[in-house]
């Protein structure tokens, strides 16, 4: 009956986790639509795109501090609530966007918002409870959930392609509200399961002694994101130094506080493992939250549809990590980890130029290389901090998701908008047709912006693009104008090449742990004793 038992809840969490990529994909595929609806340049796209993402911090490392006291399936109800309020406000925003475009925009925001707490909420429960069922092969069995990601990719990735073909009139709420469907398959397969009694706690370990796995050094990183989110989310700079500097001060006083009660500076190397998944999350996250608006020139001219390359990677990763124990065996985690380090950056690099189906050619790469990044991260942290239990396995997602959202999606919008601006500028024809275009080697038509008060960068003014073509002779207006918007669009690729610098930093950390644990003999998980004091049954 147990073993049963378990097999429906692994599934279960199988499909939450599809569930939250079918949320995550269907905003995906909706950034460049809700860009024109809301007249949004590429990093305001991305700051819509991140308030989707930075929530899930909030929610999975929130419930990772107390998950073991109210139990894996409260966790389970919030996450289904999620997913169904956003599929409502979704829906809703749909129906009032020719009337009041206002309401429509923040349904959408808010209703983000809360999609990405229901998913945050997912991934508190589902990793531990797999990590405890599986305990003696985290890794691998870490990695078969985490195919569920993909594979939710994979079907809701069609279900929308196929849609913008065939059913081009249909509405864009159906892309929201599809969520609907595995969100009540989860729901009922695991409201009558038990679940398990965390590792954590059946050893014996304090709540105290997890919270000194993570230590301040994490409580540190984790505050200061957070308390840029907070300036975001509220609109605040320092020109308002009152509400400026106590987001600042809650931020202190969270790592502070954090630091009073566990005394612990935390483990190095969980604190090395936080710094990488945070250019991890990006490499991953970001690129697949920004690669369909970023191949969407490239693939119009081809005539595919450019959702195919997230399909098709995520296709990818979907079989590999089903066999990812055989791998894992074969090159150790921090072995498949900096391989993967090595094939994205290539993948990544090739993407930023090639063209026509060649494309493919390079996504296959770059699907390789970030199939294993995330759930193997999850394993090593599983392996080598199990006193953390539910926090340090929850946390460093909850980094990872948190660093992407607040910087990292804004932070690939800003490379963007820089690689049109040098893309106009190379172009001669654009050039010749509005002479005042360019002064002293810089565009006329750039305005500077910010985020966070971190992120500068310049971007191209439309309303001063289109006030300068609209002195020319209103026969050229429409041709100078349509090559100014296929020149920008063009233009986005090239940024995948400036973002090979997280998979490189990645590199470099993974083969200095590899030197690490050799020089310790090679890596070994960690493995806790029971609670009564014996080391674990084989």
């Known amino acids: 009956m147990q073993k ?56 999975i490392i929130g419930f990772s501090l107390f998950i073991d006291r109210i139990g894996y399936k409260v966790a389970m109800l919030f996450a289904f609530a999620g997913h ?22 923040s349904l959408i925001y808010w209703g983000s918002l809360i999609l990405a707490l229901g998913n945050g909420s997912v991934e508190a429960f589902i990793n531990p409870v797999v990590a405890t069922m599986f305990d003696k092969e985290k890794t691998k069995w870490l990695n078969i959930l985490h195919a569920g990601w993909p594979g939710g990719l994979v079907i809701a990735g069609i279900i929308t392609i196929l849609i913008d073909k065939y059913f081009v009139d249909v509405p864009w709420s159906v892309k929201v509200g599809m969520i609907g469907a595995p969100a009540l398959v989860y ?99 970001g690129t697949d939250g920004w690669i369909t608006g970023i191949m969407e020139g490239i693939a119009e001219e081809t005539k595919f549809h450019p959702g195919w390359i997230l399909v098709y990677t995520s296709a990818i990763m979907m079989v590999l990590r089903f066999f990812a124990g055989p791998i894992v065996h074969s090159l150790s985690p921090l072995g498949l980890l900096a391989l993967s380090a090595l094939l994205a950056i290539v993948g990544l690099y090739t993407l930023s130029f090639t063209t026509g189906l060649m494309i493919f050619g390079a996504a296959t790469l ?59 500028l190379a172009s001669g024809e654009l050039t010749d047709h509005l002479p005042g275009l360019v002064e002293n080697g810089k565009l006329t038509v750039t305005e500077k912006k910010e985020i966070y008060e971190i992120i500068k960068y310049d971007a191209i003014s439309d309303d001063q693009v289109a006030a300068m073509i609209g002195k020319l002779p209103e026969a050229e207006q429409e041709h100078v104008q349509g090559d100014f918007d296929l020149v920008k669009s063009r233009s986005s690729q090239g940024a995948l090449a400036s973002m090979t610098m997280f998979p490189i930093f990645m590199l470099i950390m993974y083969i200095g742990l590899i030197g690490y644990f050799s020089s310790k003999g090679g890596y070994k998980p960690v493995e806790m004793a029971s609670a009564d004091g014996k080391p674990p049954e084989d």
Do not use: H
């Not at 309020?85 to 829906?91: D, K, N, P, V």
């Not at 566990?262 to 483990?267: K, L, N, V």
């Open 187 to 285: 729901l009922m397969m695991l409201l009558p399961c038990k679940f398990p009694v965390s590792e954590r706690v059946s050893s014996g370990v304090s709540y105290r002694e997890m919270l000194q796995e993570f230590g301040i050094l994490g409580a540190i990183i984790v505050s200061f994101l957070l308390s840029l989110q907070l300036l975001d989310f509220f609109s605040i700079d320092s020109s308002t130094p009152g509400p400026y500097y106590t987001c600042w001060a809650i931020g202190a006083a969270m790592a502070i506080g954090f630091g009073i009660y566990t005394q612990s500076i935390g483990r190095p190397l969980m604190f090395i493992l936080v710094l990488i998944m945070m250019p991890l999350a990006t490499t991953e996250i």
């Open 84 to 105: 169904a309020i956003w599929a409502l406000m979704g829906i809703s925003a749909y129906l009032v966007l020719d009337s009041n475009k206002e309401l429509s925009y």
């Open 366 to 424: 770059y699907g390789f290389g970030k199939t294993f990044f995330w759930p193997t991260m999850l394993g090593v942290v599983a392996e080598q901090c199990p006193k953390g239990g539910a926090l340090t396995l929850n946390a460093i997602s909850g980094i990872g998701m948190l660093a992407v959202g607040t910087l990292g999606t804004t932070y690939i919008g800003a490379l963007q908008e820089g690689k049109k601006i040098d893309a106009v």
């Open 4 to 59: 049963s038992n378990d097999q429906l809840v692994f599934w279960g969490c199988f499909i939450a986790l599809i569930t939250t990529a079918f949320g995550f994909i269907g905003r995906l595929f909706l950034i460049n639509t809700w860009s024109a609806d809301f007249n949004l340049d590429a990093a305001e796209a991305g700051r819509l795109a991140g308030i989707g993402i930075w929530p899930f911090a909030v929610s």
